[in-house]
């Protein structure tokens, strides 16, 4: 197992949301895995629909979890679908299949809109428009938020009830509040792709993708959250194909020149395997991020982009001099902690900075220049 799950418990949690600060893939499942080791018996939900992938490492060995949350190798966690998201029946019944879960580890809100065959066919004309995954999520949500009659509901499956429990989640995680629990909320894609504040409409994905549309999701008041984590890349990506625009656009030959790696390490979409587009990164989008918000700390993945004499690294006194500048300039930046550094592609590949410390106040308008590596 990944040695990610056998760390001690570092920090007294309640309620945790982990979003994306940029256009996806920025690692929120590595950081949510990452959250769940430092809990004894954390109740972790997934937001959003099968449109997304959230990696986990198990070794050696990468797993892609499309229903799930990250946290499904933690022997002790509860893992729950909020009335907010879209589910694939086949994909999640699959996926707890293949982690051996007992029925009581998983639970799923009556709630819960169900994703048809139909819904999938109804998007194809999408992957080339705005480079859907035609997962059948955004054609699911239409058909409940128009009160449909053909639209199916958790409660309506027929399956579900023989591997999952139906609860309604948000009363189970208000107990588990109450009771001093913990809870963390895994937010799905990026800030950037947000149907409501995203800034390049229609290239957006079917929901809010805030903190307090994940709350609203899930059934919480945003003073349930006592902690929201924004996560970032080095490198930000968005998917290949017509996803819109990306400022500051390179090539991955270029980040492998950065770098000083051996090899061109390109990366490619977990659910539909598109290479991804890959750019400097973009520090006002950033702030912007953080002014809708509000994280109290950040998780910056890919130090070892910037360098790659950082992977692997487990140990803040060794990462090299470009990636103490960069995470001091976001510090500066957003005037928020930097909590996580990840050193490469696997959970263990990530260095918790223990002794966080507010940056000195800067306003948000103020932009480092050289955080932007062109």
């Known amino acids: 197992m990944d040695d990610a799950w056998e760390s001690e418990r570092l920090v007294e949690m309640s309620c945790t949301i982990v979003i994306g600060g940029q256009y996806g893939s920025e690692g929120k499942g590595k950081v949510t895995a990452l959250l769940a080791s430092t809990c004894s018996e954390p109740s972790v939900v997934r937001c959003g629909g099968p449109n997304s992938g959230h990696s986990v490492w198990n070794e050696d060995r990468q797993i892609i979890l499309r229903q799930l949350p990250t946290a499904a190798l933690h022997p002790a966690s509860t893992l729950l679908i909020g009335a907010g998201c879209a589910l694939d029946e086949e994909l999640l019944i699959q996926e707890i299949v293949d982690f051996g879960l007992p029925q009581n580890r998983v639970v799923v809100d009556p709630r819960a809109v169900l994703i048809e065959p139909l819904d999938r066919d109804g998007e194809m004309s999408d992957v080339t428009r705005i480079a859907s995954t035609a997962s059948g999520t955004n054609h699911a949500w239409i058909k409940r938020m128009r009160r449909r009659p053909d639209a199916k509901l958790a409660f309506h499956s027929t399956r579900l009830p023989a591997v999952v429990r139906i609860e309604t989640v948000a009363r189970l995680l208000h107990q588990r509040l109450e009771h001093g629990g913990d809870v963390i909320i895994e937010g799905t894609q990026g800030f950037g792709l947000s149907l409501l504040h995203g800034e390049a ?18 059934g919480l008041s945003p003073r349930h959250v006592d902690h929201i984590v924004m996560v970032l890349r080095t490198f930000p990506i968005r998917v290949g194909g ?3 625009p990306l400022p500051n656009e390179i090539d991955w030959a270029e980040v492998k020149k950065i770098a000083g790696a051996p090899i061109e390490e390109p990366e490619f979409t977990s659910v539909t395997h598109r290479m991804r587009r890959v750019a400097h990164f973009d520090c006002s989008a950033v702030q912007r991020a953080s002014q809708y918000n509000r994280p109290t700390s950040l998780a910056l993945m890919g130090v070892d982009r910037l360098d790659h004499l950082n992977r692997g690294v487990l140990d803040p006194r060794d990462l090299t001099h470009a990636a103490i500048e960069f995470i001091s300039e976001l510090e500066c930046a957003t005037d928020t902690p930097v909590e996580w550094v990840g050193t490469g592609f696997r959970t263990a590949d990530a260095i918790r900075m223990k002794h966080i410390t507010s940056p000195s106040k800067r306003s948000l308008d103020q932009i480092c220049p050289s955080i932007l590596l062109a």
């Open 201 to 218: 409409y229609p290239f957006a994905t079917a929901r809010d993708t805030s903190a307090s549309g994940f709350c609203s999701e899930v």
């Open 242 to 244: 017509n996803s819109g």
